[in-house]
């Protein structure tokens, strides 16, 4: 009865389908479902697992709640101070970390689809802050309007939509292999939120250093304490402000991320707060005392320190456009970036002709406080770091080095921290400058002639952060690259390598160790889990072999075993399978 009924339906199906007309509905029915399903999937499909959060209210910071010293916020290009935020003390530093545990605990349980819509509130909060987010960080670091743009809006809002895309992938569990003994086994590894990550950020990307690693933090389910520099304190009201307003109006708790002021005894408390892991971004003198401390509470460091990039470029190319290049690799932010081309190897061919188009070039730029017009250059952000600068451009002329622009404080302006950009050339191996990393707008031309010195030049620093190669030639590039100790290494581009956030972002040697952006960077900021069950749904049955008591037939079973299993040849194998089935047989309980 029923088959027949079911050839019946199939029957008008057919006919319904070749009759021309309905063919034609059925395809505008098609159509009009895939749309349907196009729009469900855009609009509603990715949202469906959102629970509603009622609204929270957004609170006070602890990490403003700062009874320590006094820091005064200074407008480096200007020197007027914007006003006064107080550092917090060791024990305010443990009262951040317990509302932060507090906010830990409950945003572990959110899925990544929470924790992707509030990322892409960020994106929304950059872009619809943008213009008071530059300002603050050019008045609290004299970089210019444009370096602002760029390294504070753009790359952040390229970090988060890189977390958004791509972040899941990275925190899925993965299958892992398991031996022909373990058959009944199946393995996988998976990431877990670690807690708080105590992060320490330096002072050239105020707002992007603290974005960052935020968000990393938190999409892999941990809360964030950031630790800002005493020399670009103010951005950190208006951002955490923000970021507050983001948490609590999508229902979590505002505490997740926190902004922390302070001085070095802030960093030092944080690094031995009982954070479960640390990020440090700073130089390796200090990463050197945050490894100490943190080994008290055997906490985990991530040490992201200077670098002293060599950037090499070859008689092949197109002088104008290395030109180009080599003077954003040196003078981007004005040099103050771990990834500055602080050594510059230029091909004997072309030496002197580069090193004079460079100086005519770098001559013919403007320097003024941002917020008085548009220039090329804005200000330097750290006083010392002023100091710095000018003791090793001097140094470098005295051991032999050419002038060839700047060189100094710029006259016009009496106020601010403004070194002009400078150029030397005639840099050798043997100067204070080609050692000692600068973090400056100071571009060192050195020349080089044979592939073999210039490898035993570049390579020769105790840094080992990024390294760029210009030449049209990629083989000669990938050769020369290879042979130099690097984390990073970028083939004509400089420092490119940090808007591609699938690439993790670290050094080697006096660099740092371990890794932040990209899959590394989230995974870094987890607690891996190596997970072990059954395969199948039937409980593996232990051999009486290992049980005890241990039976004495069962040491030579296991030895024909290992050599069955181990023994490389196929005659070994079968020689120890044929005893192996022996023993086995002469003893059968034991594997039962
Ligand atoms: C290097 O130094 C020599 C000797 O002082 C000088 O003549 C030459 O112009 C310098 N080269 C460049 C490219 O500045
Ligand atoms: C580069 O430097 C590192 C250590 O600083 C050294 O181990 C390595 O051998 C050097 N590479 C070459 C090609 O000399």
Not at 129 to 143: C, F, P, Q
Not at 254 to 261: E, S
Not at 401 to 428: C, D, E, H, I, W
Request: net charge positive; proline share 5%; charged share 20%.
């Amino acid at each position: 009865m029923e088959t027949k009924q079911n050839t019946c339906v199939f029957a008008s199906v057919k006919q319904f389908i070749t009759t021309e007309n309905n063919g034609n509905l059925l395809i505008q029915c098609g159509l009009a479902l895939f749309t349907i399903y196009i729009l469900y999937k855009f609009f509603i499909g990715g949202r469906k697992n959102l629970p509603c959060r009622p609204v929270r209210d957004i609170g006070v910071s602890p990490a403003s709640l700062g009874t320590g010293p006094k820091i005064d916020c200074v407008n480096p290009a200007t020197g007027k101070s914007m006003g006064i935020v107080n550092a917090l003390k060791p024990e305010e530093v443990k009262k951040c970390l317990a509302e932060a545990k507090i906010a830990q605990a409950e945003w572990a349980t959110t899925s990544f689809d929470e924790r992707r819509q509030v990322l892409q509130d960020f994106i929304d909060m950059f872009i619809a802050n943008e213009n008071e987010i530059v300002e603050s960080s050019m008045k609290d670091t004299g970089k210019t309007r444009f370096e602002a743009m760029f390294g504070e809006i753009l790359t952040s809002c390229e970090k988060l939509r890189y977390l958004i895309k791509h972040g899941e992938d990275a925190l899925k569990p993965q299958t892992r292999r398991v031996p022909m003994l373990m058959g009944t086994k199946s393995g996988r590894l998976e990431y877990h939120p670690m807690g708080t990550i105590g992060i320490i950020i330096p002072w050239n990307y105020p707002v992007h250093s603290i974005i960052s690693a935020a968000a990393a933090a938190i999409f892999a389910g941990n809360a964030a304490l950031v630790k800002v520099s005493e020399w670009s304190t103010h951005s950190k009201i208006l951002f955490e402000h923000l970021v507050r307003q983001v948490l609590s109006k999508r229902g979590h708790n505002p505490n997740l991320i926190q902004i922390l002021p302070g001085m070095g005894e802030t960093g030092e408390a944080l690094v031995r707060s009982g954070v479960d892991k640390i990020l440090f971004i700073g130089s390796p003198g200090t990463g050197k005392r945050v490894m100490k401390a943190a080994s008290d509470n055997l906490t985990p460091v991530i040490l992201e320190l200077g670098g002293k990039d060599p950037m090499i470029i070859f008689d092949d190319v197109n002088l104008d456009w290395a030109l180009a290049i080599a003077q954003r690799g040196c003078f981007i932010n004005l040099g103050q970036n771990c990834i500055s081309a602080e050594r510059v190897f230029v091909h004997e061919k072309i030496y002197d002709k580069f090193c004079k188009a460079m100086a005519d070039k770098i001559n013919s730029l403007t320097q003024g406080p941002p917020e008085e017009g548009h220039f090329d250059f804005g200000s330097m952000t750290m006083p010392a770091q002023v100091d710095k600068v000018e003791s090793l451009v001097q140094s470098a002329i005295k051991e032999g080095a050419t002038l060839l622009a700047g060189g100094k404080r710029n006259p016009k302006y009496s106020k601010g921290n403004f070194f002009m950009p400078t150029v030397l050339s005639n840099v050798t191996e043997d100067m204070t400058i080609f050692n000692e990393e600068a973090f400056g707008p100071v571009c060192t031309i050195v020349k080089f002639s044979s592939e073999q010195d210039l490898i035993r030049m570049a390579n020769g620093t105790v840094f080992g952060l990024g390294c760029s190669i210009l030449t049209p030639d990629l083989k000669k590039a990938e050769r020369v690259g290879s042979k130099i100790s690097t984390g990073m290494l970028t083939i004509n581009d400089y420092g490119a390598s940090y808007l591609v956030q699938d690439l993790p972002f670290g050094g080697c040697k006096e660099s740092g160790f371990g890794r932040f952006n990209g899959p590394e960077g989230l995974r870094g900021f987890s607690r891996e889990v190596s997970v072990l069950t059954d395969r199948f749904p039937i409980i593996t049955p232990v051999p009486r072999l290992i049980r005890y008591p241990i039976d004495p037939a069962a040491v030579g079973i296991i030895r024909q075993a290992i050599l069955m299993i181990y023994s490389n040849g196929l005659t070994l194998k079968l020689k120890a399978g044929l005893n192996f089935a022996g023993k086995v047989m002469k003893n059968p309980k034991l594997l039962l």
